[in-house]
């Protein structure tokens, strides 16, 4: 297969994060004999810094003409400091996924049992957490309107049936098949956008039988999510409300370097961690990469790589099971770099037969399975 990847490392550990994944994507290219093309453009502070916008029209050009978008991280420690700044990083973002229609958010939280003793909760309420959030992207508060004067602020809140539609089609979908079980997570009590989505939601219902749908507020939401997310199966929810919940989902695995996503439409496809920048750990070789990779087999998922998409993430098993990991995991050992990560990831695919892992190599700055 041939695919030409339009790659947007954007700031802080983001082009350590994203190399790591195009590394596996190249390792996969030249094991199954494809053919993947990597287009690198400016997004974000980077963008603001080189151009002043931090969306540049050459960078929507390279995303328009692409098959799919790797997205790194967004953010500055320097815009964050300005309330009063008028551009800022994230614009370029939110205008990517508002420019190419990008309204499916779709994260996948899964509890990995090597990893189970790094997590906060108690091993008994996470073990087998297998949950798919799907988030709608390009509505609700983060687009509406909003108004700043010194002593008042508003955002507005808003969603149309259309928009509603077409996120709880793919929930549905998705939901038959897996486990048949979808919840919407709302806060119908106080939010008229809320009611309007847990109207529309219950009407698409009666078109999937064989999916059981169940209505949770937010707030209990939240919090079952940390006492019982094995409850869960697909989470359907708006913008903001699917944002806070698949940051908060990070504590069920362990680390928020260990879950990625994916933006789609039916034209578009991004695939992006869902952590941030991270300005503090920018070029320190402790960003752990694990979450990009994982972007990346769901770009391979986007595309029918099935067997390609297995092969990363029996790698990424492979290397939490070994304990090649970043120091986030502050697991058996703590000089394992974001690179030799990448490294490890990408040998296993070469040798996936070949499981023993030579630390002696790794340490001397090499990667090689014996």
Same mark, same amino acid.
């Given at each position: ?25 190249k390792a996969i290219a030249m094991e199954f004999g494809h053919?993947?093309?990597? =287009?690198?453009? &400016?997004?974000? #502070? /980077? ?18 003409? #692409? ?5 790194? #991280? ?6 964050? !400091?300005?309330?009063? #700044? ?12 508002? /420019?190419?229609?990008?309204?499916a958010n779709i994260r996948p939280v899964i509890a990995y049992?090597? @990893?189970?003793? !790094? ?10 957490? %297998? ?14 309107? *909003?108004?700043?004067?010194?002593? %008042? ?15 709880? +089609? ?8 897996? *486990?048949?079980? $979808? ?52 989470? @359907?929810?708006? %913008?903001?409300?699917?944002?806070? $919940? ?11 370097? &260990?879950?990625?996503?994916? /933006?789609? =439409? ?8 869902? +952590? ?17 990779? &994982? ?6 998922? +986007? ?7 297995? @092969? ?9 099971? $070994? +304990?090649?990991?970043?120091?986030? $995991? ?6 394992? /770099? ?12 070469? =040798?996936?037969?070949?499981?023993? &892992?030579?630390? *002696? ?10």
């Amino acid at each position: 297969m041939k695919l030409n990847i339009a790659v947007l490392p954007g700031d802080g550990i983001g082009p350590e994060v994203t190399a790591q994944a195009v590394k596996v994507l190249k390792a996969i290219a030249m094991e199954f004999g494809h053919v993947f093309t990597f =287009n690198k453009a &400016l997004v974000g #502070a /980077s963008a603001i810094d080189k151009t002043g916008n931090p969306l540049p029209e050459e960078t929507i050009s390279i995303c328009e003409k #692409a098959d799919a978008i790797l997205f790194g #991280a967004i953010g500055s420690a320097k815009y964050d !400091m300005d309330p009063d #700044a008028k551009i800022r990083p994230e614009q370029g973002l939110l205008g990517l996924r508002k /420019s190419l229609d990008l309204f499916a958010n779709i994260r996948p939280v899964i509890a990995y049992e090597d @990893l189970l003793n !790094m997590s906060s909760l108690k091993i008994k309420q996470i073990r087998d957490t %297998n949950i798919l959030i799907y988030r709608e992207l390009n509505g609700g508060l983060y687009f509406g309107e *909003k108004k700043l004067t010194n002593d %008042n602020a508003s955002d507005i809140c808003e969603y149309s049936r259309f928009e509603i539609e077409r996120i709880a +089609h793919l929930a549905f979908k998705a939901a038959q098949s897996r *486990k048949g079980k $979808l919840t919407l997570v709302d806060k119908a009590n106080a939010l008229a956008s809320s009611r309007l989505w847990r109207k529309v939601v219950k009407e698409l219902a009666t078109q999937y039988p064989n999916v059981k749908l169940n209505f949770m507020y937010i707030d209990n939401a939240a919090r079952e999510l940390i006492i019982n997310p094995r409850q869960f199966d697909v989470i @359907l929810t708006e %913008n903001m409300f699917g944002d806070i $919940l698949s940051e908060e989902a990070s504590v069920i695995v362990g680390s928020i370097g &260990l879950l990625g996503s994916a /933006s789609i =439409n039916d034209k578009h496809a991004m695939f992006e961690p869902i +952590h941030g920048a991270n300005d503090e750990f920018k070029n320190k070789g402790v960003a752990n990469p694990i979450a990009s990779i &994982l972007s990346a087999a769901m770009l391979l998922d +986007h595309f029918g790589l099935d067997i390609e998409a297995a @092969l990363v993430r029996k790698a990424v098993d492979k290397s939490l099971k $070994l +304990h090649i990991t970043t120091p986030d $995991l502050n697991m058996k050992y703590d000089n394992i /770099s974001t690179t030799k990560v990448g490294d490890f990831i990408e040998d296993f695919i070469n =040798n996936p037969e070949e499981t023993n &892992l030579n630390f *002696k190599n790794i340490h001397l700055g090499q990667s090689t399975i014996i």
